[in-house]
């Protein structure tokens, strides 16, 4: 192999894995601020995509156009599955772990089952978009214009993240995570905290699915292939942990990137699954997790 | 001691050893109950919805074991269950050895896979290990699509052959099925009642309320993951075992997939986890319900059927964490 196409396989792997870390930012982040996984984040993306497909057949706007409002409106889906399932989660004193995981299981098939229902089984796709299909050329490395764009576009988000941190309102999530009891206290709501939290954590998984709708299919089982690499990639950077889910992302689609190469495309996803084993069995908390 | 504290004792540890009693001949009442059911029943379609109520009965009270009475959440039972399936398969279809005997080689196989696993997913806590073990069974998963001499993403096809209790193929009869699945339910049954009151039993149940305080007062968490985890992962191959025999065709999909895995926490969490009745009463609800929704609602591939089994789950873990069998117990009682 050619040291050229050596680069080419670990740019591609690097884009992609910035995606992947914008897909699992938001998991993240929700479970950071009060320890619960949300095993429906993957149909998060889903909703997403299936919300920027639509808008574009409607408005034959761009997707990258129609983004902010997908953005936003996934912030709502994000604050309403807070108020009206996961605070009701959160409040079960018996076997409340497993209340979380299964609660949020029966959303996501819910969600599933509804995206069948309305849209049907069939795979969908954005056909004409401004950078749908076109790629760069740079020093006889290709780079597809989608994932430049979803790449720029999830750095720019953890640098956005790292500015909330330091605003009134990331020192009171900040708060919240510390001490739920007493931030009650000094006046901070919390359920309007976990709240805005679960709206923030879907925005940006949002945010990944308006940029994989313009290249990738939509269909109601799309989530559940993203979804497991959210829960490995958050897993291998540390739940909780935004700086890293950003490592683990990129580290992620190097890895695939690299297993396509050696192994059947069939068996891409081994390379990922396996470096999770053998991270977490010699940090059983992930690379930057607390603990 | 007084004598009195003594003798209160004893009046406990009597009522204790009635309730025990008690118990076996209620599960005597019901299993003999149940056996008569294919006398009434006589269309094939609700057998087979009686026959796989009682595998995933049978299969998610082999989850209870280790996610219920040992508290290891497992996302990723399907691979025993596959392994369980694909053992019995390829020993009846490339040597003919019966079933019966690939089921136990599947089940040993699990356990033993279980206990290596274990060896490196029992330091996770929390949802660091479910995480890992959903990983773990999505890589058996790719692994079995990807190996050729078990069939590859083809699958295996069970040759057509005479009814015989020695091969389980019942081609016309869909009854002898249903006595194997009720016998593999009693037995997991009474082998969870019997540990219940064991020393491995208790062990499990302090793993699961508070392991750092366990292991100070004695309690070896780590052993007893790995027995809780073996003794699950051989009664869920011998169920897939079982359900390859039933369904005379598996491929990696039909018994490995993630779909699985939920399929055997869920009746045991919605009936009630680390019970004796919890998984039997979940799978008697959500097959049914799942099943019959799927032939009517599901077929067209519509999704109402997906739209009612994941309101079901949500709203039974929202409404009863406990589990359903808390409307049964009496309000003092916390287990059944």
């Known amino acids: 192999m050619t040291a050229q196409a050596l680069i080419q396989v670990l740019a591609s792997g690097l884009l992609m894995g910035l995606i992947y870390a914008l897909i699992a930012v938001g998991l993240s982040l929700i479970f950071g601020l009060m320890d619960v996984v949300n095993f429906a984040h993957g149909e998060f993306l889903m909703i997403a995509m299936y919300a920027t497909f639509g808008l574009v057949l409607w408005t034959t706007l761009d997707p990258i156009v129609v983004a902010p409002l997908v953005v936003g409106l996934m912030f709502c889906v994000g604050a309403f599955v807070y108020v009206a399932v996961v605070r009701y989660a959160m409040r079960t004193k018996a076997n409340a772990g497993m209340v979380q995981i299964f609660s949020t299981f029966g959303l996501a098939i819910l969600i599933q089952g509804g995206a069948q229902y309305f849209f049907t089984p069939d795979y969908r796709s954005i056909k004409t978009s401004w950078l749908g299909g076109h790629t760069l050329e740079l020093g006889g490395i290709f780079l597809p214009w989608p994932q430049i764009y979803g790449g720029l576009i999830s750095i720019a988000a953890f640098a956005a993240l790292s500015l909330i941190s330091r605003t009134d309102f990331g020192k009171a999530l900040e708060a919240t995570r510390e001490d739920q009891g007493a931030v009650a206290l000094v006046g901070i709501d919390r359920n309007k905290v976990f709240a805005i939290g679960w709206g923030l954590g879907a925005a940006l998984v949002g945010l990944a699915g308006t940029v994989l709708a313009i290249f990738y299919y939509i269909h109601p089982q799309v989530g559940a292939t993203f979804g497991t690499i959210a829960y490995v990639t958050v897993a291998l950077g540390g739940f909780g942990s935004v700086f890293g889910a950003l490592v683990a992302g990129v580290i992620v689609g190097l890895v695939e990137a690299i297993t396509a190469l050696i192994l059947p495309p069939t068996m891409k996803a081994v390379g990922i699954f396996a470096l999770y084993l053998a991270v977490v069995f010699f940090r059983p908390s992930g690379l930057f997790g607390k603990l | ?336």
């Open chain 2, 1 to 336: 001691m007084t004598d009195a504290t003594l003798s209160s004792l004893k009046l406990r540890g009597d009522a204790f050893i009635a309730k025990r009693r008690r118990q076996l001949v209620v599960a005597a009442a019901v299993f003999a109950a149940v056996a008569c059911l294919p006398l009434g029943i006589r269309d094939v379609y609700l057998q087979n919805v009686l026959i796989l109520t009682l595998l995933y009965a049978a299969v998610s009270q082999s989850w209870n074991i280790l996610g219920g009475y040992c508290g290891q959440i497992s996302l990723g039972h399907a691979l025993y269950f596959g392994i369980g399936a694909y053992a019995a398969s390829v020993l009846y279809v490339n040597y003919d050895i019966v079933p019966w005997f690939g089921m136990v080689v599947g089940g040993v196989l699990s356990a033993i896979l279980a206990v290596g696993l274990g060896f490196m997913t029992f330091r996770l806590k929390g949802h660091y290990f479910a995480i890992a073990t959903l990983v773990i069974a999505e890589i058996g998963l790719v692994l079995v699509h990807n190996w050729d001499f078990v069939g590859g993403a083809l699958g295996i096809q069970w040759p057509f052959g005479t009814d015989s209790i020695w091969t389980l193929q019942f081609a016309r009869d869909k009854v002898p099925y249903f006595y194997f699945a009720l016998g593999l339910l009693v037995v997991v049954w009474l082998v969870t009642y019997f540990i219940e009151n064991s020393r491995w039993g208790f062990w499990w149940r302090a793993v699961k309320d508070d392991p750092e305080a366990a292991e100070s007062l004695g309690v070896e968490v780590f052993r007893s993951k790995l027995a809780a985890a073996a003794v699950s992962a051989f009664f869920t191959a011998v169920g897939g075992g079982f359900y390859a025999a039933f369904v005379s065709y598996i491929d990696p999909e039909s018994v490995m997939s993630f779909r699985f895995s939920l399929l055997f926490a869920l009746p045991a969490v919605l009936g009630g986890i680390g019970t004796l009745w919890g998984a039997p009463l979940g799978a008697a609800i959500l097959i049914p319900l799942t099943e019959i929704t799927r032939s009517y609602l599901g077929g067209s591939g519509s999704g109402l059927d997906l739209i009612i089994y994941g309101a079901l789950i949500m709203v039974v873990a929202l409404a009863k964490p406990e589990g359903l069998l808390s409307l049964f117990t009496r309000k003092s009682g916390g287990k059944a």
